[in-house]
């Protein structure tokens, strides 16, 4: 996609986050929270007007995570569950484990495995030392 459909998608997904806070409806707030984070990460992942392989793959694997653990937060009697999961309460579980740290394990690897071909490569820092008239060793 071009940077103009993740605008419009940016759009569309604070759209529908913000009917979700003012209606009070947590599912749809749970499908659309990820899609503007995911959106906001797609923009920032394009180079040259388009998004690696690999890190198209990382953000749909956060998108998928993101919105399975929201709506299971939503769709779980609370109630239900008496014990704790790694000391603490299923919900706050699902919250800290799969919702934030799964994805930031994710996100993090695929970042420092693929930074060189998908963030920054020997050419965007030859174009920058000349632009730059410095020069950045790398190593």
Same mark, same amino acid.
């Given at each position: 996609?071009?940077?103009?459909?993740?605008?419009?998608?940016?759009?569309?997904?604070?759209?529908?986050?913000?009917?979700?806070?003012?209606?009070?409806?947590?599912?749809?707030?749970?499908?659309?929270?990820?899609?503007v984070i995911v959106g906001w990460?797609?923009?920032?992942?394009m180079r040259r007007n388009k998004?690696?392989?690999?890190?198209?793959?990382?953000?749909?694997?956060?998108?998928?995570?993101?919105?399975?653990?929201?709506?299971?937060?939503?769709?779980?009697?609370?109630?239900? +569950?008496?014990?704790?999961?790694?000391?603490?309460?299923?919900?706050?579980?699902?919250?800290?484990?799969?919702?934030?740290?799964?994805? +930031?394990?994710?996100?993090?690897?695929?970042?420092?495995?693929? +930074?060189? $071909? $998908?963030?920054?490569?020997?050419?965007?820092?030859?174009?920058? $030392?000349?632009?730059?008239?410095?020069?950045? $060793?790398?190593?």
């Amino acid at each position: 996609m071009k940077n103009d459909t993740w605008v419009k998608v940016l759009l569309i997904g604070s759209i529908l986050m913000l009917i979700a806070q003012v209606g009070k409806m947590p599912m749809l707030f749970a499908i659309s929270f990820p899609i503007v984070i995911v959106g906001w990460m797609a923009l920032g992942a394009m180079r040259r007007n388009k998004i690696g392989k690999t890190l198209k793959l990382s953000l749909t694997a956060l998108f998928i995570i993101w919105v399975i653990g929201f709506i299971v937060l939503n769709v779980m009697d609370h109630s239900q +569950f008496n014990g704790t999961v790694l000391g603490l309460a299923p919900g706050t579980a699902i919250m800290i484990y799969i919702i934030w740290l799964l994805p +930031f394990f994710i996100g993090t690897l695929v970042y420092c495995l693929k +930074f060189n $071909e $998908e963030y920054l490569d020997e050419d965007d820092i030859r174009k920058f $030392e000349n632009k730059s008239n410095g020069v950045i $060793e790398t190593k």
